[in-house]
């Protein structure tokens, strides 16, 4: 599986605060059947990564997975802020890319009034790609979802989150995980994880939980390969659930 989604790089932002930390989390990705991590630390006002920080963490990091003997393949990203990346060069934003191409992970803001669709339209025009990281986690995209909709025509693709789609963030987020699965509206599957105990890996558990084990393959492999060949994942993604799997997930 590839998960697009991950604080790895230790001593960035948030995620692992040293390389200790990073490879229990490196070893908890491989031992969840993850083979592909793009390495996304955030990139915002409070942690500015650039490209050169990122990529110094990355060579740092591939390094400390070979002496560990973790299989794990890691490509180039960032979780870039919409107000922060409206304020950067088109050459800045291009050393953020998921592994170097065109498509941002672009974190849908958490405030309730951020100018999302303008935002993203001039990124569009810029040239730039948008995976949505996680839109049910967003007060304005679950206040209005038809927004989400309207993205999604305009040529954005969507990341949900594992932890979300658990209930992890609790049930108002989880049901919006769950209906913009049912609705087409997912794209990619990831983890966001950012440590191996605190929002840990995993992507094939929570979708056979909230059964959408036959999802795997297209959420965890086919389309995240595809956003990192450069290519988009169809509009519409057509889910079956497999229902009664557990109750309390009963949307
Ligand atoms: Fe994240």
């Not at 450069?230 to 889910?239: C, H, I, N, R």
């Amino acid at each position: 599986m590839i998960d697009l989604h991950c604080h790895l790089l230790p001593a960035i932002d948030d995620g692992p605060p040293d390389l200790g930390a990073a490879l229990r989390l490196a070893q908890a990705q491989a031992a969840a059947g993850v083979r592909t991590v793009a390495v996304t630390p955030h990139a915002i006002a409070a942690w500015p990564n650039d490209e050169a920080r990122i990529a110094r963490g990355l060579i740092e990091m591939r390094t400390a997975l070979r002496a560990a003997s973790i299989p794990l393949e890691l490509v180039h990203g960032a979780e870039v802020d919409l107000r922060w990346a409206l304020g950067r060069s088109d050459e800045e934003l291009s050393g953020l890319t998921l592994d170097g191409g065109r498509w941002l992970l672009l974190e849908s803001p958490l405030t309730a009034t951020a100018p999302l669709e303008e935002g993203v339209a001039t990124l569009r025009r810029r040239g730039f790609e948008i995976l949505l990281a996680h839109p049910e986690r967003a007060p304005l995209l679950q206040r209005e979802p038809q927004q989400v909709a309207r993205l999604v025509r305009a040529g954005v693709r969507t990341q949900v989150t594992a932890g979300a789609l658990e209930g992890r963030f609790g049930r108002h987020v989880q049901r919006c995980a769950l209906a913009l699965m049912e609705s087409g509206l997912a794209h990619t599957f990831a983890s966001d994880s950012h440590s191996a105990e605190r929002r840990r890996p995993g992507l094939r558990e929570p979708l056979e939980q909230a059964g959408f084990g036959a999802a795997v393959r297209l959420l965890c492999e086919e389309h995240p390969a595809m956003v990192l060949a450069g290519q988009a994942p169809p509009e519409t993604v057509a889910l079956k659930r497999r229902r009664g799997l557990l109750g309390r997930l009963r949307g």
